[in-house]
Every structure is written in C-alpha cells, then in structure tokens.
C-alpha cells in the first residue's frame, strides 16, 4: 500500500520511515494536521492479532490436511506393497504351465 492509499485507509494518517534515523523504524506522520492516536494505534494492533489468528488456523489447518495426506500415502504404499507380493506367483505359474504343455506336447509326439 503506497503512503496515499495507506493515508486515505487510517483516516488521513500515515507511517513513514525516518531516513535520518533508520534503527527506530517508523514515524507518526499527520497528513491531516493532527496526530495519531492511541485509540488508532490499539485497533490496528487489535487488527493484526485478529488477522495473525486467522493465518494461525489456517496454517494449522494445512498441517493437519498434510498429516492425513501422509496417512493415506502410506496407506497407499502398504496397499501397493501387498499387490506386488501377491502378484509375484502369476508369471511363474505361467512359465511353469507353458513348461508343461511343451512337455506334454513333446511327450505326445515322441509317443507314437
């Protein structure tokens, strides 16, 4: 927010940074020839708080949908794990028929 967008949300009133003294941070500075208030100064604070416990739910929130997302990809894993195990077997009981038609067929032809 620019210093004229900043003046016209707090009544008039701005902060600005004192180029002279740049370790205290920001000034008061009247726009409007009078100074700010404490009343003002207790609301924004009472804003920011309000604001950093919104951010503070949302943000816990996050964590917890992250938590579950770990929890099903691990229960992805397990479940993916288990086919894999249980799908070993198909390949040799395939190796092992085919084995035995072409003995079964060599034993036919060498029989007559």
Not at 13 to 29: I, M, Y
Request: hydrophobic share 40%; aromatic share 4%; charged share 25%.
């Amino acid at each position: 927010m620019g210093g004229a967008e900043a003046a016209n949300a707090h009544g008039g009133e701005s902060l600005e940074r004192d180029a002279d003294q740049p370790a205290r941070g920001l000034r008061p500075v009247s726009v409007s020839s009078r100074p700010l208030s404490i009343h003002w100064m207790y609301q924004e604070v009472r804003d920011l708080a309000q604001t950093v416990g919104r951010i503070e739910c949302k943000v816990d929130s996050f964590l917890d949908e992250a938590k579950d997302i770990r929890s099903d990809v691990q229960d992805h894993e397990l479940r993916i794990r288990t086919l894999e195990r249980a799908r070993w077997p198909m390949p040799t009981i395939g190796v092992l028929a085919g084995v035995a038609g072409a003995a079964t067929g060599a034993i036919a032809l060498f029989a007559r």
